[in-house]
């Protein structure tokens, strides 16, 4: 009997460790981004790729961290839910003074060129940021690129969705677009806009995975360690080249 009874309790007792390290196994990362080529932008088949989003897949990857890549969100609901959910991050975010609390960071993952676009017609002439200022200026709410420019006195009308600004372009209703250098020509597209005019790179912004302060540092951690082991390899250089060939501007 006592043996059959110690049996017993051990067998207790390995169901329940099991169960207690399945309670307590890390729940996926959640992570957002929006649709924004080179750095995400989803495949015909569903998949999420693009300079940054195969970085942070392969550091998380490495890391042995599970993540949930999605990209159904209007970029500034992303942008808040990275700061207030736990286990929750979003990338490609650029990291500045007024942002360096809110987040944890991974990266830079990416580098992005600033730029305004306008239609291909347009004849001013623009060659600093002081000139822009005559101009009504289209940008994305929520994004670093349209907090940069007012913050220097720039009027930007954002809209929750940069894919409607170069409709607006082409109707007249702003005349300028500040985007991506790289992603202009495939967020322009689906609206049938291709009559675009580069008027002006402004700024070059590394980019990041930035993640809640509540996400454990334990897990920003190893993805910070998979990264710095993933550029010393040469993997980040060989993605951006391989994504930003195919979408440079010309």
Not at 61 to 72: D, L
Request: with cysteine; glycine share 6%; charged share 25%.
């Amino acid at each position: 009997m006592p043996a059959t009874l110690s049996c017993f309790r051990a067998l207790v007792g390995a169901v329940f460790a099991a169960w207690a390290g399945s309670c307590a196994a890390a729940p996926p990362l959640e992570v957002f981004t929006t649709e924004a080529p080179p750095f995400s932008f989803s495949t015909e088949d569903g998949r999420i790729t693009g300079m940054s989003a195969d970085v942070v897949a392969e550091a998380a990857r490495r890391a042995e961290v599970p993540i949930v890549i999605r990209n159904h969100l209007p970029w500034a609901r992303a942008f808040a839910m990275a700061q207030e959910r736990r286990d929750t991050c979003a990338f490609s975010v650029s990291r500045r003074p007024d942002r360096e609390s809110l987040f944890q960071w991974v990266g830079p993952i990416a580098v992005n060129r600033w730029a305004l676009f306008a239609r291909a017609d347009f004849a001013g002439r623009i060659e600093t940021l002081e000139d822009v200022k005559r101009y009504r200026v289209g940008g994305l709410r929520a994004d670093a690129k349209t907090e940069f420019l007012t913050a220097r006195g720039i009027e930007v009308d954002a809209v929750a969705e940069d894919r409607t600004n170069p409709t607006k372009l082409m109707m007249g209703r702003i005349d300028l677009w500040v985007t991506g250098l790289y992603t202009a020509r495939d967020t322009a597209a689906p609206a049938g806009v291709n009559g675009l005019k580069l008027v002006l790179v402004f700024h070059e912004a590394p980019s990041y995975l930035a993640c809640s302060r509540s996400t454990p540092t334990d897990t920003v951690a190893r993805l910070n360690a998979a990264f710095e082991a993933l550029r010393k390899e040469g993997f980040l250089k060989k993605v951006h080249e391989l994504h930003a060939s195919r979408f440079a501007w010309y």
